[in-house]
């Protein structure tokens, strides 16, 4: 929880993709951690001297699906992705560039790299003695670590 609230706090920005918080089957729990997340984040920029200009991205599957369960995120920017990991890479790149005023490569360029990496990774595990089973279930600490590497490398293909 700490480590939360530290990356929330130091961060201008911040995205929360709501649309992994429903259940996916009858008698299972919907998942709370985003809109958790969400609901610090926004106590940070509301409540925190010098978070005042703090920019929030929310995305969602649908539109206005989310005002079923959270109607109080009423005039927040909520783009939708219709469930679609390419379109929610546009839409955060759009979003950053417009909010950050930055420049970035455009999104079909960015979910290439990531389907580059995705396989070289994929390999590299395949060829150390990993199973499919075992690449679908490693740890998120793990995979940055082998993003770190793959871009020291020069993103090889």
């Known amino acids: 929880m700490q480590k939360i609230r530290r990356l929330i706090e130091s961060s201008k920005y911040s995205i929360h993709d709501l649309s992994r918080s429903q259940a996916g089957k009858k008698g299972e729990f919907f998942r709370l951690n985003m809109p958790f997340e969400l609901g610090i984040d926004y106590a940070c ?4 001297k010098g978070r005042r200009s703090k920019k929030i991205l929310i995305l969602e599957a649908k539109r206005y699906r989310y005002q079923a369960a959270l109607s109080d995120i009423s005039g927040c920017d909520v783009r939708t992705h219709s469930g679609s990991f390419e379109r929610a890479v546009r839409q955060v790149r759009n979003w950053l ?4 005023r930055i420049r970035a490569d455009g999104a079909g360029k960015i979910v290439g790299a990531y389907a580059d990496f995705q396989q070289w990774y994929y390999d590299r595990l ?3 003695g990993f199973s499919p089973a075992d690449i679908q279930d490693y740890p998120t600490s793990e995979l940055l670590r ?3 590497t ?3 490398k020069g993103k090889p293909i």
Request: no cysteine; hydrophobic share 45%.
């Open 150 to 152: 793959w871009m020291s």
């Open 97 to 100: 560039v417009s909010e950050g």
């Open 126 to 128: 395949l060829a150390a």
């Open 45 to 48: 920029r509301s409540y925190m």
């Open 146 to 148: 082998g993003m770190k």
